[in-house]
């Protein structure tokens, strides 16, 4: 968290939070009613300031303002930052894989050390090189060969996962 905002913390306590106006697209981008947030050092800040609260809602802390974040997905979104290097939307490395699911529709969760994450759609074709199995079968062994691990694949429900790596998508 940046000092501003530890500072603004201990000199406005008691401002009340914000919801509705904040979001997270699936491909990683802050997004306001107005569109997305294209400014570098603002989503920068976003991203520094992005944290979560014990029952598994995500806000950025703006100054002494907890603003709410609906998710489109996931509470992160990885993207690859070469091709055997995975990095969060707010730039953090991804050093570990640890889990590896496919949904309904063909979205590529992954969890790490930052949690679980939606795969940019935009990077799912170079990942389809390290997927082994028939992606069409719901009955079939799939594998993910990533960094030298071979993690198996499970199948999940969209609607499932916020339930399933206690999130919630849209704070209230």
Known sequence: MDEAVRLALAKWPNVPS????????????WRVPEGPIRHAGLCGFIGRNYLSTPDGRWYFQNGP???????DYTPTVLRLAAPDRLETHTGLP????????????????LGSEHGIALLDDR?????LDHLDGDLEADDSAITLDWGGQHLSVGRIRQ??????????????
């Open 65 to 71: 303002q907890q603003v709410f974040v609906d998710l």
């Open 159 to 172: 609607a499932d996962v916020p339930a399933r790596f206690g999130f919630i998508d849209k704070p209230a």
């Open 123 to 127: 990077d799912l074709a170079a990942m």
């Open 18 to 29: 914000c919801t509705g106006w904040l979001r997270l697209s699936r491909r990683g981008e």
């Open 94 to 109: 991804v050093t570990a894989l640890d889990s590896a699911w496919l949904d309904e529709h063909g979205n590529l969760l």
